[in-house]
């Protein structure tokens, strides 16, 4: 039987390095080869051999000052077709229409089994501050994207009530303690060509900012934007994975 050290057969090597590429997932993280073995829960030895075939494969970069870790254009490049076939490329203009109309980052989401994944952002062409970006994976019960999903999807009895809330409503409010100040999400649902829930469109900002008449104000232009999306992105309905 091969130690971790030894070589492995082809497939263990490939589930290896699709461990390692997963531990990139977030905000762009750079990662040490120390940092990123621990991550992956193998060796050292073994990831820097793992990383090192990565980067001859463009889909991870080595910084040459710091020698850390960090995702490649290769990956970008074999995330496009994908981006596309979602419709992405077609909801961008409405996201950025949106985002300069209302001068805040808005964000696009669609659950993957227990999370809400942001798939894009468009900024507004004004400063903006961080707190209006969202983490790239929310849990669907704690987030005004997952909620928004849930409310559409089969749900933990235990939300029912509130997620029936948000179904009357027409969108879903999230606050959370953020660094410096409470943050505030709203979240609509985007439905495709098919009525099914697609995915979730939502802001984020300082709550002090984002206040109940701010939602009142920018609700409207929020809804309208995701029907324009919903007209264009591939129809097919969200999917999760939830506990019961």
């Not at 928004?148 to 879903?172: N, S």
Request: glycine share 6%.
């Amino acid at each position: 039987m091969a130690t971790a050290d030894q070589p492995r057969s082809g497939s263990q090597a490939v589930e290896r390095a699709v461990h390692l590429l997963n531990c990139f997932e977030g905000d762009d993280p750079e990662l040490t080869i120390s940092e990123l073995a621990h991550l992956a829960g193998v060796p050292v030895s073994t990831a820097h051999r793992l990383a090192q075939a990565l980067v001859r494969g463009r889909l991870l970069e080595q910084d040459p000052a710091t020698d850390r870790y960090r995702v490649g254009q290769g990956l970008a490049t074999l995330a496009r077709p994908a981006l596309t076939r979602l419709g992405i490329d077609s909801a961008a203009p409405h996201m950025y229409a949106l985002a300069a109309g209302i001068r805040i980052t808005t964000s696009l989401s669609v659950a993957d089994e227990r999370d809400a994944v942001t798939v894009l952002q468009a900024r507004p062409p004004v400063r903006f501050c961080s707190h209006q970006l969202p983490r790239s994976r929310q849990p669907l019960g704690s987030s005004a994207s997952g909620r928004a999903l849930l409310a559409h999807l089969p749900a933990a009895p235990y939300l029912a009530t509130d997620l029936d809330l948000v179904r009357r409503k027409g969108f879903a409010v999230e606050e959370f303690e953020g660094v410096d100040d409470p943050i505030r999400s709203v979240a609509v649902p985007v439905f495709g060509a098919d009525k099914q829930v697609w995915g979730a469109l939502s802001v984020q900002a300082r709550s002090a900012r984002l206040n109940e008449e701010l939602m009142r104000e920018i609700l409207p232009a929020m809804r309208q934007i995701a029907v324009r999306i919903g007209g264009v992105v591939h129809t097919g309905s969200a999917q999760a994975i939830y506990p019961p």
